[in-house]
């Protein structure tokens, strides 16, 4: 059974800082992505971030470029979520997740190629 838990959601103005955790237990982690995604009210759960648990390369959704950096500490079996000069259309809850084994790189933006996820935290950015 694979645990993960989100945490450093809050509220902050636009321009802000925030930086997510997400703490995972469980089975290996090696051979999975790692990702973050974002659900706003009434819209469809997005693609937000995602890299391979063990390193490499980093995937990023266009609206967040150069804004969001993913980042890991598989020593402690965390996952970072670092959010710079956010806007308010970055509000949302924002989940953790993680990827069934030796998924491609081409579909690690698709929702249904991750299979354990945590249960979210608010994000807040006001104008």
């Known amino acids: 059974q694979v645990e993960l838990a989100e945490s450093g959601g809050g509220l902050v103005q636009a321009g802000g800082s925030l930086q997510l955790t997400c703490s995972a237990s469980?089975?290996?982690?090696?051979?999975?992505?790692m990702g973050w995604f974002r659900q706003a009210p009434g819209k469809e759960r997005e693609f937000v971030v995602a890299?391979?648990?063990?390193?490499?390369?980093?995937y990023g959704a266009d609206s967040v470029q150069g804004r969001f950096r993913i980042s890991r500490d598989t020593s402690h079996n965390v996952v970072y979520l670092q959010m710079n000069n956010l806007k308010p259309e970055d509000s949302a809850v924002y989940y953790c997740?993680?990827?069934?084994?030796?998924?491609?790189?081409?579909?690690?933006?698709?929702?249904?190629?991750?299979?354990?996820w945590g249960q979210g935290t608010q994000v807040t950015v006001s104008s």
């Open positions: 890299a391979l648990w063990n390193g490499g390369v980093t």
């Open positions: 469980g089975r290996s982690f090696n051979s999975r992505t």
């Open positions: 997740a993680a990827t069934k084994e030796y998924v491609r790189s081409s579909t690690v933006t698709r929702v249904d190629e991750y299979v354990f």
